[in-house]
């Protein structure tokens, strides 16, 4: 069984840092593209990042510059390098498969205080 546990998150201030993590179990995760989604209040969930099976990367154009996904395919792992964070990036934030699997995590709560 698929199982996505993300962490990380927390409260910050406009303009501050944080740094996402996902371990996944249940997969195999070398030969997956993976991603990071967020589920803003009363909207619905989208993508944010994506780290490709050759490292490639791909950004919403609403955090490009802003963020970084990476992976660590030894340790099962994606991380979201979060940079000058603003109010409009609180969410909680998902990993996931690229596309979607059928399951997902709790997800971790960011929230970014103007």
């Known amino acids: 069984q698929v199982q996505l546990v993300e962490s990380g998150g927390g409260l910050v201030q406009a303009g501050g840092s944080l740094r996402l993590s996902c371990a996944a179990s249940g997969i195999i995760f070398s030969i997956n593209p993976m991603a990071w989604y967020r589920r803003a209040p009363g909207k619905q969930r989208d993508l944010v990042a994506a780290?490709?099976?050759?490292?490639?990367?791909n950004y919403a154009d609403s955090v490009k510059g802003r963020f970084t996904i990476s992976r660590d395919n030894a340790k099962n792992a994606v991380y979201l390098q979060m940079n000058s964070l603003t109010p409009e990036d609180t969410a909680v934030y998902y990993c996931?498969?690229?596309?979607?699997?059928?399951?997902w995590g709790q997800g971790t709560q960011v929230t970014v205080s103007s």
């Open positions: 996931n498969t690229l596309p979607t699997s059928g399951y």
């Open positions: 780290v490709f099976t050759g490292g490639s990367t």
